[in-house]
C-alpha cells in the first residue's frame, strides 16, 4: 500500500460512488455526499475534528456516516485512506459475527458448552462451573472467571490455559472482559467449521462488504487470535458498523439474521459495576462482544481508540482509528458536538461552512493533545 502525508476529506456530493445499498459496484466504496444534505451542519462536524484534535492525544482517522453516505472522512498525517490499522480488541466484534453466522448454519449452538469442542484439552479434573460454561456466557464476559487468564501479548492465548484457570464464578452471573475468551470463541468457530475465523469471515462478510484483504494474527495453535489481531482500514470499520445498524441487510442480501444483530447488540450482563477508571459509556452493560453506550447507541472499540459507533436512533455510524488512552474523551466528543446536531431532514447547502470544514481537516497532523493549564 503506498503510505501517503496527503489528508482527505471528501465532502463533495460530485464524487458519490455506488455502494451496498444502491447496487453492486466495482470498488464496494460507502457513496460519498455532503453534511447538509444528510441532515447535519458542515460547523458541526468541524467544531468535533478540532475538538478532538486538541484534546485527544492522538488521533489517526474519522469518518461519519449518515443515512448509508459517508459525509466526513479525515485522516490525521501520516495516516491514509488506503492504510490497514490495527483493531485490536475491536477485533471482538467480528469474532462475534462470526459465531453470529456459524449458528445460523447450524454449526453451534449459544448454549453449546464450551468443552464440548475441546474434549481433548480438557482437564481431567475439570470444575462444576467449566463444565457449566456455554458459548453465550463467552460472548458476553460472563464465562466465570474472577481474573483475565494472563498471555503473551506478541503470541496470544493458549486453549490450554483458558481452561486451566479457575472458573470461580458461576457462568453467567459475573462480568469480567475477558480476551483469552474471545480466542476460545474463535477456536471454537475452527473447531466447528474446519476454518479460522478469517477464512471463514472471508466470503460471508468480508468479500461482500468489500473488505480488501484483511490481516488476522494467528497463533501457534492455528487459530485467529480472535480478540485483538485483526488489520483493516477505517471505511471497512463503517461498513462494518453499517452493516449492524442495517439490521445485517447489505445489498439486497441478508448477511446477518436480524435476529442476531439484534441479540448480539442487546444488553446481556451489567457492568455497572466495571472497574475503577472507567467512566459512564463502559457501565452501560455488555452485548455479545458489543459494548452498550450512552444516548441508546452501541459500540465496538479497541486499545488506543479504535471505535466503531453505532447510532440507531440517528441512522449514523462513526469510525475512529487512534493511539490514544482517551477514549471516553472520543465518545463524549461525539455526544458533544455530532449527537445534538443530527436533524430529521436535509439542511440548506452551506458553501462557506463546508469551505471552513475543509480548511480546518487541511491542517491535521498526529500529534500529542495540548496540555490543559490551570
Request: glycine share 8%.
Amino acid at each position: 500500500m503506498k503510505r501517503t502525508a496527503s489528508l482527505y476529506l471528501i465532502l463533495s456530493a460530485s464524487l458519490l460512488l455506488a455502494s451496498a445499498g444502491t447496487g453492486a459496484a466495482a470498488d464496494k466504496s460507502l457513496p460519498r455526499s455532503t453534511p447538509e444534505s444528510q441532515g447535519i451542519s458542515s460547523s458541526a462536524v468541524r467544531e468535533y475534528i478540532e475538538a478532538a484534535d486538541k484534546e485527544i492525544n492522538t488521533l489517526h482517522s474519522f469518518m461519519l456516516v449518515r443515512h448509508g453516505q459517508v459525509i466526513a472522512e479525515a485522516w490525521w498525517t501520516p495516516e491514509a485512506a488506503d492504510k490497514k490499522h490495527v483493531m485490536w480488541s475491536l477485533s471482538k466484534s467480528f469474532t462475534s459475527t462470526a459465531v453470529g453466522l456459524a449458528v445460523a448454519e447450524g454449526k453451534l449452538g449459544l448454549d453449546d458448552p464450551v468443552l464440548k469442542f475441546f474434549t481433548a484439552e480438557a482437564p481431567a479434573n475439570a470444575s462444576d462451573n467449566l463444565k457449566a460454561m456455554r458459548v453465550r456466557d463467552l460472548l458476553s464476559m460472563s464465562g466465570g472467571h474472577e481474573v483475565e487468564p494472563k498471555f503473551p501479548l506478541d503470541q496470544g492465548p493458549s486453549v490450554k490455559a483458558f481452561l486451566a484457570q479457575p472458573v470461580t464464578h458461576q457462568p453467567g452471573t459475573f462480568f469480567r472482559y475477558n480476551t483469552p475468551g474471545t480466542y476460545m470463541l474463535s477456536a471454537i468457530v475452527s473447531k466447528a467449521t474446519g476454518q479460522t475465523v478469517l477464512d471463514y469471515l472471508t466470503p460471508r462478510l468480508f468479500e461482500p462488504l468489500g473488505i480488501e484483504n484483511p490481516v488476522w494474527d494467528a497463533t501457534a495453535e492455528g487459530y485467529s487470535i480472535g480478540g485483538y489481531g485483526l488489520f483493516i482500514r477505517t471505511e471497512d470499520i463503517a461498513k462494518f458498523g453499517q452493516l449492524y445498524l442495517q439490521k445485517g441487510a447489505w445489498n439486497g442480501k441478508q448477511l446477518l439474521t436480524q435476529k442476531w444483530v439484534e441479540t448480539a447488540t442487546a444488553k446481556h450482563v451489567d457492568n455497572s459495576k466495571a472497574p475503577s477508571g472507567r467512566t459512564s459509556d463502559w457501565q452501560q452493560g455488555y452485548g455479545f462482544q458489543f459494548w452498550r453506550c450512552q444516548n441508546n447507541c452501541f459500540r465496538g472499540d479497541g486499545r488506543d481508540g479504535q471505535i466503531c459507533l453505532v447510532m440507531p436512533e440517528h441512522d449514523a455510524v462513526i469510525a475512529i482509528t487512534a493511539q490514544t488512552g482517551q477514549m471516553q474523551t472520543e465518545l463524549d466528543l461525539v455526544w458533544k458536538h455530532l449527537l445534538p446536531a443530527f436533524t430529521a431532514s436535509a439542511l440548506p447547502a452551506n458553501d462557506v461552512e463546508m469551505e471552513k470544514l475543509k480548511q480546518a481537516a487541511a491542517k491535521l497532523t498526529a500529534h500529542p493533545a495540548i496540555k490543559k493549564t490551570k
